[in-house]
Each structure stands twice: as C-alpha cells, then as structure tokens.
C-alpha cells in the first residue's frame, strides 16, 4: 500500500466529485481494528515503516477516517484507502 500526501489546495474539486458519489453511511459502535476498512475514528490502517503525517509545525496530526476507495459507487481510478487526517 503506497501513501501519497494530497493537498485540499490542490484536490478540492476531485474531494467534491468523491462526496457526491458517497449518498449513505452505515456505521456500526466500535473500531474493527487496524484494517483496510472504511471507518471513522479508531486507529488507522498505515504502512509500517511510513511516517504519520504532521502539520507545517511538526505536530503529528490526529487520525480522522478512512475511506476504502473500492466502497464508493462508480471509483474505478484506485483501489487504496482515503485517510483523513
């Protein structure tokens, strides 16, 4: 699993394009773990050996979610996961 930093500044629109296609969650209580799963919250799916990332400070950011792209309807383009941090 391969990690590329992506910049808002440079992917707003593309990130727009990825809400539009996401039309229901369904949650369920509790973190399944360090997995390649959609979730929010919990602790992330993360290659060893990659640093996590931080802020133009130096402060590691917190995990957020995750996004398995093969869970959106109609992404074909990549088969990884989407972390937000």
């Known amino acids: 699993m391969g990690v ?3 910049s808002l500044d440079k992917g ?3 990130l ?3 809400y539009e296609r996401v039309r229901d969650w ?13 979730k929010f919250g919990g602790a992330p799916c993360w ?3 990659v640093t996590r990332p931080k802020c ?5 950011m917190s995990f957020v979610a995750q ?3 093969a869970d959106v309807p109609g992404w ?3 088969t990884g996961l989407l972390s937000f941090h």
């Open 26 to 38: 369904l949650l369920s209580p509790g973190d399944p773990g360090v997995l390649p799963v959609t």
């Open 12 to 14: 707003v629109n593309e």
């Open 56 to 60: 133009p400070h130096g402060h590691g």
């Open 47 to 49: 290659p060893v050996g």
């Open 76 to 78: 074909e383009s990549d």
């Open 4 to 6: 590329r930093p992506c």
């Open 67 to 69: 996004i398995r792209l």
């Open 16 to 18: 727009a394009l990825f």
